[in-house]
């Protein structure tokens, strides 16, 4: 029987909104801000109503000031982050191209089989888990032969480990390859200066650091990839992701005109319009320092209470999110529903190799002191709940010390 | 330049949403779930559709569940809190009658005003800041006259001093006065079984332990209150606050009959309704539960950090809410716009002789565990902030404690 | 047993959203525009916030703008509209006082129970079911004695029938008598000069021609009403009601500062400052104007089909509704289920002489030429299921010439 | 003076809500349910949380019941209707396959776009404008040579021309060919019997008859589609729309156990979830014959107000919108407008060939007799303000008489 029995709605909670007052702390979505969340459920208008207009094409512009790239051709795409990783790969890879892939983790691996998927001849340089590839490495291997693309994660949502863009945007530069930096768990949290740093693609989904739901796909490219996907020499392979019917869309709206490709998500622009407002109203550089702040207080304090964490060095460490082990003893089937019942949803583990050793905390977009308390609290609570020992209070200890030091 | 002129949206905050995601911690109105505030904001129905009855009626229902009432009537009006104290007043009064005030702070005093605004002849027993008066001093004051009407507030929302209620509902009994409770801040919250303990009206607001924005006055009368009203030999003094009016619409609505006095504040019933089933859906009994252990808990945490509390016996401390004095040198100018910065809003004094001296937080309704962290998380570090020397934790490692406690 | 079946959540329509599609075309509560149910639902704030009182102090200052009276005092208040009516009496009636009430329905005779609620000596002048009192009669009747206050209805909701003010206004000043328009059904839609016409006091409910879901009573006093209530030689009977506890805090809100009497209803100022923006934005005159041709134009519908009206003739007819009677041999019980059916909420009658003879519609707010449309369309549906003969798409036809004539 | 400075809160509509209470009758997005938007705008949870995976879980099998096609796989996926389209050709041509495209229009001829970038040998049958490819020409093709790919617009946005699903799938069998319905504009509102009529795939985008707002596009693929599918000698060649990555989140989340490949949109899913839910509630058989019975009666409308209509024939005309062409000597820049002013929004024309010289009205989901006459009324609105001479009224007449027809 193919009308399942759930029509019969039961769960005030489940319907009407799908989640209670517990903090959504996992690496996306994340909270939103109450502004972000209203412009979504507003009722939708037509996608060439004048307000909507003005609305996308602000949202366009908007992109180049989040992602520090004045000169770049910003995409907003119904899809998911995923969709951002792909689109990119579809428009600038070819068959026979040289992609070089640094793999700090799930997202670098998948991305090695993205790039196959469209022909390439991919070398990729993986990092051990928690560990980066040194730019050395890197240069190395870019001596060996001619790539054309070179990609890397800013900050990996599977461990936590973020890689400094700047010297591979140097790398780029000097050995004439396309550096595309995938900032799904970085765009909006933590310091991407595309433009300065020679980015030539970026790329994040809406609901990380953007602080905005899932469901844009979101990309900033800079004249030179626009130049490289323009001398392509076969087509592009799929049609939702060819920048051919994209970019005069995006170029129409930016200029206030109305438009047609692809009916866009009305509503998540509206919302991404309120974000990235939002982000612009804080100011971008006040919004990496606070970032920073509460990223490096945080694994504070999650070390003071004895976890480990998956990054092997502080400076590997993400702003916008964190990667503790699990003490000896203690597993994600105890834990994790404790810290739940304590009033904090955190992730589990999404690297293959240490999958069930570790669970994951996000900490970003629209985050508050507040929250790092609660979370610290509640994750303490859980512990404590399964029996863990050690010295009670020392991450909120840990967390007081760091937020409150003077620089 | 790449920052639109629209991002000049002025206030944006202020317009689409009045809060950002600071925590709302003050004696109400608190934080709402998120399925009260989508009922509160959907589209109006009319008051006299069938939907709207069935949520009415059920709402009447549902409170005698809550106020622990079976054979009480409720009222569901739209006003304040205060409009709820009035309109007991209002009813139960009559010029020349003999009322006796137990005040414990602002809401009290405000009692015994109200009271002689009926042309009562009021005797207020005051208690000392942070202190109540006794159940034999009490019955003293009922053995000197004969009293109609003994009114008392279980939690004084400017004090945070709860007063046991039990003993109140037998002198009521024993006396033949009317018990009449303010439970403005406790019901949903405190526990208060009124049929149980012979109370004779509770009357509360919805944005306290009921957990519903501010806009509806909530009373439940004994049958022996409805009678005495019955029994008035003058009008009441005024046309809104009259239960000739709203009776007929109670009986009505909860018969699932549409009736007409005043327009009923469509959008908040709903919201009421989602508010009390959630309430009922938790168990009154385990919602007074956690409210408890909440309470002693949050202020065994503001006294590991040195703040001594209006309460001046843990015994008389409310369970939703805490009222700490600043400590010595340390100003509300100073420290509440601190605490803000870290991300949770808590409320100045009320309390005129030490209105400047202490703050006051909420801590119920929706309430979780990791609010609390947050909180007490928040509160260390406006006051370290404001160069208040102590033992930096300590609050959250007395919470862990307490709420960790086996019992 | 006190806990309601219903607690078991069954009906997904009457929890998530009170209403479907169906459009809402009864005198109040109407359909609000989204923007104002958006600011309803938003997270509650603080009523001592920054962002709150400055949301509060603009909105005290917007409704002289919307009133048209410069120098009066405005008043917010939780409660309903009858709670207006009954402010307005309790604080310009004193014991004795002589208090002219001109009635032209359910409202104008209600007012003449709560003045003798207030100890007034009253006269009534009752006009007959459709009909005025007209200014001749009025005036004779202030000859006979000296009277202190003159209320009427500008629109009853009941009947539908429009009070000149101006007039009245006059003859307040020409005899020295307070003139108090209850603008229930029309502040907000139909012309309503306050200070120009002299009007004393002016009040208003939030969900009529405001715009706002219903909550809030809305009063504006002139200085000269304010100087009679200071002037005062009693008390004023109850406590929620007396100006004296609400003036400070209108004018430290419009000042810009905090302070308390009562838990103002947050989320319903917010959406009352939506809406009153929403007035000026659109003008209050080109609002007048939109109303008066909405209603003389759904009126004309009504006629070309053959429905007569309660008005006795077109110039007492309002602009903000319209109340047909049913044709002969049609009942409420049949038509207003089949109107529903295609889509429309119209009222039934309130009016008690002939409640069962007459049905209502709304037309006023956020109203569109388009829910004319749809309403007659509706409205004539009804009428062909329930078997009545006439010239369909009459209605329409004269709607469309009323709305298209040239002036 | 009396209008306060934060009145000009610029731009307040284009903030909070996106849209006044303008109807919006384009086709698609369309007027959404209240509770379909409510859920879209509640605070996001976890994609792994048991609440989510219940409602992603459910919304997998209900698709089952509003595609009717029991044995289906239905797919739920981040993105617009044209990802639907492109997803379906990624998975099932491969290079050199023959594919066979009969258009209808835009969309159609799109479709043919598609193909040929995978590689395929297309053939497209092209209708006349407002013509359909007759089901003997369609068959004559299919003797030609072997096709393997099948496809056909069931309704075309751009024409409004709907073409008969039920011969093409029987011929889908008889060739062994595999038939791809483009139900963008139809499933949810016009008669499609998936599995009945042997359709192997069918899709849709979420903005349309479904009634959710855009953002999601909706497949479900027959056994044998998805056997097809499996068979491939060759990889999809892009990575977001490889079934290979989707299928097992599917099959997971069915089955109510979490899955990840790319993060879903959570807040979108809930509002399907509604979405899908009210569809059942009404009944799928119930909303054919109300979009049936209103897309008839508004195109009678429009022809008894003179408005020729692309489709050439009564038979051709979609249920779910119509389109209409200009009268002589008006212009989309003239009649549009002057509709929205009216109060609805009609969309311009998309068709290349006709694109200036007619428009196009959805009348699908959640649409109600009353949006009927709203509409019909504010286009003759329109067109009398734009000079074009008529009967006034006809077109409601012809509504009423359509729409009160007995059957």
């Not at 834990?335 to 019942?341: S, T, V, Y």
């Not at 955190?346 to 508050?368: N, P, S």
Request: proline content about 5%.
């Amino acid at each position: 029987m193919y009308i399942d029995k759930t029509s019969n709605i039961l769960n005030i909670k489940a319907i009407i909104a799908m989640k209670d007052r517990s903090l959504l702390m996992i690496p996306g979505p994340v909270e939103f801000e109450p502004a972000v969340l209203q412009a979504l459920g507003a009722p939708t208008t037509s996608h060439v109503a004048p307000d909507f207009i003005e609305i996308f094409g602000s949202s366009i512009s908007l992109m180049r000031g989040v992602f520090l790239c004045p000169s770049g051709q910003p995409f907003i795409i119904a899809g998911s982050g995923t969709l951002a990783m792909d689109m990119v790969a579809a428009n600038l890879i070819e068959q026979g191209d040289n992609v070089l892939v640094v793999s700090t983790g799930y997202f670098g691996d998948r991305y090695e089989e993205i790039a196959k998927r469209y022909g390439a001849e991919v070398t990729c340089l993986h990092a051990a888990v928690g560990g980066i590839v040194t730019t050395d490495v890197i240069e190395a291997e870019l001596k060996k032969k001619s790539y054309k693309f070179l990609t890397f994660t800013h900050v990996d949502t599977s461990t936590a480990v973020k890689v400094n863009p700047k010297p591979i945007g140097e790398l780029g530069k000097k050995y004439g390859v396309l550096t595309v930096l995938d900032g799904v768990c970085s765009v909006g949290g933590e310091e991407m200066r595309q433009e300065e740093w020679g980015i030539d693609v970026a790329f994040t989904a809406s609901q990380k650091a953007i602080g905005v739901p899932p469901g844009l796909a979101l990309i900033v490219a800079s004249p030179k990839a626009i130049d490289t996907w323009k001398k392509r020499k076969t087509n592009v392979t799929n049609f939702y992701s060819d920048w051919k019917n994209w970019l005069p869309i995006m170029e129409a709206y930016e200029n206030r005109k109305p438009s047609y490709f692809a009916t866009p998500a009305v509503n998540h622009v509206c919302a991404l319009f309120v974000g990235l407002n939002s982000i612009i109203k804080e100011g971008v550089e006040a919004r990496i320092t606070r970032h920073h702040k509460f990223g490096k207080a945080f694994q504070k304090a999650l070390s003071a209470i004895g976890l480990k964490q998956v990054p092997l060095k502080q400076e590997y460490a993400a702003s916008t999110m964190s990667a503790p082990y699990y003490p000896e003893g203690i597993a994600a089937s105890g834990l994790l529903p404790k810290i739940k019942q304590a009033g904090v949803i955190v992730a589990g583990g999404l690297h293959q190799q240490i999958k069930d050793k570790y669970f994951r905390i996000g900490h970003m977009g629209a985050v508050k002191e507040s929250d790092l308390y609660a979370t610290i609290g509640a994750v303490e609570s859980g512990l404590h709940a399964c029996g863990y020992s050690y010295d009670m209070g020392a991450g909120t200890i840990a967390l007081h010390e760091e937020l409150n030091r003077k620089e």
